[in-house]
């Protein structure tokens, strides 16, 4: 089960910072991601780390403004997100890979997921 946090109402040039909390799976085994779906778009790809947290991988949307860490000792994952545009405003979902490494990174290839935390930013 996935857990995620931290969402909320932000002015655009603000931060957040999201946490996706899991249990009932062997969490540093697996890498995690970041997805967000958009009013009236498709879930898109955020970011990936690794099972060990030493490689990543973002979206080209983000990639200067966000950075994917996980804390294997709690189970937790996390997503800062600094510089928020209004076009950032999604619901944001954390999600389990079904493998190790940051090549995989399509919606299939991850096999569990967080009930998604909501992120508006204002302009």
């Known amino acids: 089960q996935l857990q995620a946090s931290g969402g909320g109402l932000v002015q655009a040039g603000g931060s957040l910072r999201l946490s996706c909390a899991a249990s009932?799976?062997?969490?540093?085994?697996?890498?995690m991601g970041w997805f967000r779906q958009g009013p009236g778009k498709e879930r898109e790809f955020v970011a990936i780390?690794?099972?060990?947290?030493?490689?990543?991988s973002y979206a080209n949307s983000v990639r200067d403004r966000v950075t994917i860490s996980r804390d294997n000792a709690k189970n937790t994952v996390y997503l800062q997100l600094n510089s928020l545009k209004p076009e950032d405003t999604a619901v944001y979902y954390c999600?389990?890979?079904?493998?190790?490494?940051?090549?995989?990174?399509?919606?299939?290839?991850?096999?569990?997921w967080g009930q998604g935390t909501q992120v508006t930013v204002s302009s």
């Open positions: 999600a389990a890979s079904k493998y190790r490494g940051t090549v995989y990174r399509r919606h299939g290839d991850f096999d569990s």
């Open positions: 780390i690794s099972w060990s947290g030493g490689s990543t």
């Open positions: 009932g799976l062997t969490f540093s085994s697996y890498a």
